[in-house]
């Protein structure tokens, strides 16, 4: 018989029902003393069991000495096959390598002669290059020596024309001496008369200025004078009043 729970909202505000059915399977019935196992091992059974335990380990024994077997054949297998591939790659190797050391002997053969071709040529040129060489520098010896030739006579012209030269300079400064002496001679009789005029000036100008000063001491007097007259008059008056 089912039974129905009241209508529920979930959080959304719809409702639903909930249906509880009558629980439905077997349970498992109860062991009771009368179906239960009560069954004792004896000797015999415990050493069968051994017997077959023991069998069973060999048996894993066998099992595992055979898988260590077949890796080991297995890994033997391997290490011949990479022997063999080994000594493959080295027989190629070796004949590779021989194969580049008879090309490099070839094309070292041919770099040599190349060589030695461009040698010839190279002394060929360098003999062109010195006799060139020898020929250039007995131009150029001879050229220097025209040089040096020209030169010299062009140093003995200097020569003869700096020695005309300093004996032109030798008479000119012996007039300059001359010439020196005599305005020296009528410099000094110019100076002397500026200064003697200087000086009769300045004598002229002392005696104006002393005149200028007696006349002003004269003319305080003359102030004096009259300042005390005018002193004493004004006190006549003063006393006569």
Known sequence: MENVSPSKLNKNGMAFDIILD???GRTPSKLTPSNTPNKQLTNEDIK????KAEERRQSMEII??????????????AAKIREELNTNFQKKAEQKLAQKMELNKENRTALMNSLMEKLKKTDSK???IRELENKTQKELEDKIKTKLATAEESRKEYLASYVERLKEHEIHVEEVKKATMSNNQELEEK????????LNNREE????????????QKHAEEVRKEKALRNQTNNQQTECA
């Open 22 to 24: 009558n629980a439905k």
């Open 205 to 216: 100008q002392l005696d104006s200025m002393k005149q200028k000063i007696k006349e002003q």
């Open 64 to 77: 595992k000495l055979a898988n260590v077997t077949e890796k080991s054949q297995k890994i033997e297998e």
């Open 191 to 198: 100076i002397l008369l500026k200064l003697e005029k200087a």
């Open 48 to 51: 069968n069991k051994l017997v």
């Open 126 to 128: 360098i003999n062109e």
